[in-house]
């Protein structure tokens, strides 16, 4: 096993113990949903929101092993599983190449490192992509104004990390809203979702740094 090289989307947030010794302490170096979360409120702790999360994190992980080329297909033949990689696949036609899947980075701003991770950065034509998927039930609605805004950020924050990271800076940006039946993409991208990012970071710094002292 030794002789194996781990995919870098799949290796731990520890690869950048060098470059961020904090990296695993929460309180000194964020993640984006913890950041998300501080500023909007996180989602509430009822059945509902724990069985979404769960479909969630399946569809995720179900989409990954299908990029990969390591899905096995008769065991999600038939399933609603199926029903969201095939949305998925139909949505993704054009894709020349995925440039990362799942892969853990940090960003920085003004000295202050966050931790993220893109669903996907992708080749499409000529274009780089970074793209979030959020997963829908069947009757699930579109998200609202406040989802929106928070997708925003986030995609905005991923945006900076890939450019500081990985190299390209995305032609687009944006959420792949994915039901069973249909996937759909919304653009964000405005050159505010970055500075409003950097206030709440800056302000969640500022907060813990009171909180220490």
Known sequence: MSGIEIPKH????SIYASEVPD????NKVPS???LLAWAYGGPPDIPAV????????KVHFACQLLD???LHWPSVEGTDLAKYLDAWTEWTDGVSDFVAIEQPLYGTIAGIHYLVRPDRVMRKGKQTWVV???TKSAVGRPPTASEQRQHALEVAAQKLAVAQRLGPVADVVGCCYLWPD???FVRYGADKDVDDF?????RWTERNEVAVA
């Open 68 to 70: 990969e080329g390591d």
């Open 182 to 184: 249909k996937a759909k």
């Open 10 to 13: 799949r290796q731990a947030w």
């Open 50 to 57: 724990q069985v979404a999360m769960d479909r969630g994190s």
């Open 32 to 34: 984006v949903s913890q």
């Open 198 to 202: 950097a206030d709440i970071l800056f």
């Open 132 to 134: 979030d998927i959020k």
């Open 23 to 26: 990296f695993g302490d929460r």
